[in-house]
Nanobody, 126 residues
């Protein structure tokens, strides 16, 4: 059974940085070749797409609001997905989730993701 476990969230001041990690276990060989993504959900709002990376690792795809502040990457040897976040702002406050796509593509379509982590809280103070 595939499990995704996020870590790295926390409280940071505006302008600060955090790196989120998503460790994959179970069926790791398949996970290496699948598209992965980060989503986030703020209180009272719907879950929204943040960034995606294809199974090949090349051709990352970002939400417009990222504006060059976030970088998605993965380390296949460690079965881990990352989200490096810089210049964080209070509006970035949310629970961040990693997810594994059904195929190898980089996608923002939430319904196409078959496995999800439990989420990690990111809080940015002003």
């Amino acid at each position: 059974q595939v499990q995704l476990i996020e870590s790295g969230g926390g409280l940071v001041q505006a302008g600060g940085s955090l790196r989120l990690s998503c460790a994959t276990s179970g069926d790791t060989f398949a996970s290496i070749n699948k598209g992965m993504a980060w989503f986030r959900q703020a209180p009272g709002k719907e879950r929204e797409f943040v960034a995606a990376i294809p199974g090949s690792g090349s051709g990352q795809y970002y939400a417009n609001f990222v504006k060059g502040r976030f970088t998605i990457s993965k380390d296949n040897a460690k079965n881990t997905l990352y989200l490096q976040m810089t210049n964080l702002q209070p509006e970035d406050t949310a629970v961040y989730y990693c997810a594994r796509h059904r195929t190898s593509v980089a996608s923002a379509a939430i319904d196409e993701f078959e496995y999800w982590g439990q989420g990690t809280q990111v809080t940015v103070s002003s």
